[in-house]
């Protein structure tokens, strides 16, 4: 459903792979959050002042719905009238998130089906290519894609047995400081905590925690800043379940997504933090001197 918008992306991160990353798929991966993350720059911008403005703004908000509480057709024109004269748009915030959800679905995609999103190998060729897969060897029904390039990255003799379907430019190198980008975390203790710990096992487990505690200072550092300019404390009291809500939910996900993903969305909330420190110091500023600016102005 969303192809027409992972193809473009798959296209895109290959790029990056062949020039920018040194043919390394964490490499890629971080170069395209950044690209993403600047490209929502100006939409989130416009989002971070459309809340400032709306918060300022609640007491007359309030003030109207005293005043016309028995009356809701003129409490809404005179919400709208509240909303235009001071330029603000109460569906504003939504739009970076309307924008984001369908780049998050499409990067899983892309993450988990390589071949098909970068290389653009047919559907029936993968599928060939997965049953070629010893029953023995790691085979992940879901990640087809993610499965053949192990499988072959592990067992490169095989590879002649495949020349006609896959190339070995095609075995994306998954490994990021000894990661593999295309496993999925698990907290399987039988590996975790063996007689001889499988290593892999636990820098995957490293994904997961870092988004999970990426997400927690991103969300709780944006909410800090919100609750700073005067947000009442029923939005205060949501906004800390969703500081801890968020946090688990991403933690939930990374355990059932490649790593790959979980690389996308650490590198997105440090992004995130810094974009918020940005919007902090400088437009805080810009809009304090505007502030002064206009006091100064004569009568």
Known sequence: MLDFIAYPIGMFLKLIYNTLAFHNYGISIIILTIVVKALLLPSSIKQYRSTVRLIEIQPQMKEIQKLYANDQQKQSQEMMKLYQENKVNPAGGCLPLLIQMPILFSLYYVISQPLKYMFRIPKDVIQ????????????????RDLSIINYFTNNPDQLSNAKDLIAQDQLLNMRFFGVNLGAIPSLDFSKLFAGTPDIQAWLLLLIPLLAVTTTYFSVSYSMKQTAQTGSNQAANSMQKNMAIISPLMTGFIAFTVPAGLGLYWIVSNVLSILQQLYMNIFIKKAKKADNNTNNELPA
């Open 128 to 143: 060939t290519l997965f049953e070629m897969i010893p029953a023995g060897a790691e085979r992940m029904a879901t990640m």
